[in-house]
């Protein structure tokens, strides 16, 4: 092995930055899990009988389900048993302004480099912070709720607009859809509503940060959007959890759903704890996500920064139902150290003229293994859909592993569909240009690994793609200077 | 500023340079010809630090100190600047962004303050100009697409801005039309100072037509054979390497 090749071997082994323990006292179920768990968890939250009966139906569907072993990941067996499966702060207040908030949720955010008042102030974001199961707090209500928009964690939204969860809940990733979104539908704790009514554009980006925060709690996260006929919403979810030394098990489902001429724009920057150096401890990430296309000339795009968690089973996907419809995908996959990934997505074309481009980036380091795994199904009815593809894999050091694994399924012979795949080491010529020229080997070597991501970068937000950079380099960065 | 002994290079247990002695002396220009295969191209890579190329024997001393010391980065920050024969492409990273990177990383070590924004774009475009490069240039990825006479001059105006106290041009004319030429040493010549040192390796005489050498060395077989000044270059012009070969075979012989 060269010198240069030890090099970024030392740079790509870094220990997670946000690695502490907040102590916020909670209220939490024991471990396990049977039918009186989910009617404990849905009584606990005073949920309608509709609601009870849907979460009963999964989960007994859930038991004759078992756990898919196709994905290329590996794991010892999960004790589901062993989990707890509700956790709320004991605390519940209802906050007007952020002097009520528990000051250490605050200290906790300022951690994370998150601040919400600097986010209020500077971003002009509302955010919904998620600690664990229960929200917070959530902030611009009011100036959304002038325009008709409902922003507010899905207990509120059972709670206050039962109507629209009941017609919209399930309707995209089916409660018996696989197994980990079965679960989830049994249990799932609390989430994030987005309702944007016909003809509004939502004004500002929607944020949600989401943080594990309770010791052997699994994550049921559920979070629902719909975007009625001609509006538009950006939404983005970040990220961040402590250092753990259990595995966590965290099974969200996102739902998206798309009127005519509606469009949804869907970003995420995920950074779970992702074990230590070995491979220890770190967070499984099995989410379900999906996205309906449902009217005509909608849109819904997927923008994804992954370089988290210790396992990621992950494909967000769209079903492309109405005609001239349209579905994205971006993504930018980081697996370091014994980090394992197996995303990618999926783009279901039915309606005419659909179109659907896919550009999904991996980065694999250490003795990470990453795989992009993407279905392009053209349907019968689909005439004239159009699908582009690429998908790279950047290669860091010679103990990693990158897969490509493209499904195609196509029943209408009028389809256009392009793919373009390639796997590369990070360049030694490029690493010895840049360093000419004066960069140091860190440097140069996250100038190479963002300009590989750029057309990635380039759909997020401005301050999304900038804490994604930043990410990127904590992620790949070593002990060594 | 710079003394090379008896340098040992291998690539891969075969040895390239055989014994090299050089000596530059601040403000000169030195070329060094060669038929292909002779070491020039390791010569120059060497010198830069790039690690494939295993010395085996001798030293190089810059400035007083030992350069073989040196990482790649830490040589180019203290003033060495290698103009590659091919100039890699680095998809995604702009040109504005890479040359901002690189000018403020030399400056810092040399103990100067970072250009701020405005200051770095009018640095920017001085230095265009002496290169005779659009400004649009700049928004481009790093040489990806560019023809090859667009990376030279990249090259010269990357050499240009990190104003090197030893810039060592590997072939640079290799591959470039008259007016390229031209403007590569055009750009040379005006970077010229009594200060600035250049090492040109080329393996025609043309560039130096435009170029005028302090010295030339003729480098065959991983030794320089033969060294004189601008002179030499025209006779190899004249009569091409072959004597140079028989000189060589006769005195071993």
Request: some cysteine; glycine content about 8%; hydrophobic content about 35%.
């Amino acid at each position: 092995m060269s010198d240069s090749m030890q090099t970024l071997e030392a740079h790509t082994r870094s220990d997670y930055k946000y690695g502490f323990t907040s102590n916020i006292d909670t209220d939490k179920l024991p471990k396990g899990l049977n039918e009186d768990t989910v009617r404990a968890i849905s009584a606990k939250k005073n949920e309608p009988e509709f609601l009870l009966e849907w979460r009963l139906k999964a989960f007994r569907q859930w038991q004759e389900m078992t756990e898919p072993n196709w994905p290329n990941v590996h794991y010892p067996p999960i004790d589901y048993q062993d989990i707890i499966y509700y956790a709320a702060p004991k605390k519940k207040p209802k906050l007007k302004s952020l002097d009520e908030v528990d000051p250490e949720l605050l200290r906790t955010f300022e951690k994370l480099g998150i601040p919400l008042d600097e986010q209020k102030l500077l971003a002009g974001v509302a955010v919904d912070a998620v600690i664990d199961s229960v929200s917070v707090k959530t902030t611009y209500k009011e100036k959304l709720a002038e325009l008709g928009i409902i922003f507010c964690s899905f207990s509120e939204a059972v709670q206050d607009h039962p109507e629209l969860i009941k017609k919209y809940l399930g309707t995209v990733v089916p409660a018996n859809d696989n197994y980990f979104a079965a679960l989830n539908s049994a249990v799932f704790s609390d989430g994030s509503f987005v309702y944007i009514p016909k003809g509004v554009r939502c004004p500002m980006e929607l944020s949600t940060y989401f943080r594990i925060n309770e010791r052997d709690t699994g994550q049921f996260e559920r979070t629902l959007v719909v975007a009625e006929e001609g509006s538009y919403v950006s939404y983005l979810e970040g990220c961040t959890a402590p250092m753990r030394d259990e595995n966590q098990l965290h099974a969200a489902v996102v739902e998206l759903v798309a009127l005519d001429d509606a469009e949804i724009k869907y970003s995420t920057v995920q950074n779970w704890y992702p074990g230590d150096k070995d491979g220890k401890g770190g967070i499984y990430n099995f989410v379900t996500k999906r996205g309906l296309c449902e009217g005509k000339n909608s849109k819904i795009c997927w923008t994804q920064v992954e370089t988290g968690s210790a396992i990621t089973w992950k494909y967000p996907s769209c079903v492309l139902k109405g005609d001239n419809s349209i579905g994205e995908f971006y993504s930018v996959a980081v697996t370091n150290n014994r980090q394992q990934a197996d995303t990618g997505t999926k783009m279901i074309h039915l309606g005419k003229n659909t179109r659907s481009t896919i550009i999904s980036k991996g980065i694999s380091a250490g003795f990470s293994d990453n795989s992009y795994r993407g279905l392009v199904k053209i349907g019968k009815k689909a005439e004239n859909a159009h699908n582009f593809s690429v998908c790279d894999s950047l290669l860091m050091g010679d103990k990693c592993g990158a897969h490509t694994f493209p499904y195609l399924e196509v029943e209408n012979n009028t389809a256009k569909v392009e793919h373009e795949a390639t796997t590369s080491k990070i360049g030694e010529d490029q690493l010895f240009y840049l360093m000419q020229r004066g960069l140091s080997e860190e440097d140069a070597v996250n100038m190479i690994v963002n300009g590989y991501c750029k057309e990635v970068f380039n759909e997020l937000p401005m301050e999304f793609a900038v804490e994604a950079q930043k990410l990127l380099a904590i992620s790949l960065e070593g002990s060594v200077g | 500023m710079l003394n090379i002994k008896d340098l040992q290079v291998s690539i891969e247990d075969k040895e390239i340079l055989r014994g090299i002695n050089l000596d530059v002396k601040p403000g000169e220009v030195h070329a060094i010809m060669g038929p292909n295969g002779s070491g020039k191209s390791t010569l120059a890579n060497v010198l830069a630090g790039r690690e494939e190329y295993e010395v085996t024997g001798g030293s190089i001393s810059y400035e007083g100190e030992d350069l073989l010391e040196l990482e790649v980065d830490e040589r180019a920050r203290a003033g060495i600047f290698l103009a590659f024969q091919y100039p890699v492409e680095i998809p995604g990273v702009s040109t504005s962004n890479f040359l901002k990177s690189t000018v403020n990383a030399v400056r810092v070590e040399r103990g100067q303050e970072e250009l701020n924004a405005v200051e770095m774009l009018k640095f920017i475009r001085e230095k265009l100009d002496l290169v005779g490069m659009d400004q649009k240039f700049l928004k481009r990825s790093l040489n990806e697409g560019f023809s090859g006479g667009e990376k030279k001059r990249n090259e010269m105006l990357q050499m240009a801005l990190l104003e090197p106290k030893l810039a060592v041009l590997d072939e640079t004319d290799s591959g470039l039309d008259i007016d390229a030429l031209r403007i590569v040493a055009d750009a040379v010549n005006k970077l010229r100072n009594e200060n600035r040192s250049f090492i040109i390796v080329t393996h025609y005489q043309r560039l130096l037509e435009y170029i005028v050498p302090d010295h030339v060395h003729v480098l065959y077989n991983g030794r320089i054979v033969k060294s004189g000044d601008k002179n030499l270059a025209l006779q190899l012009e004249d009569k091409g390497y072959d004597w140079i070969k028989e000189e060589v075979a006769a005195l071993e012989g």
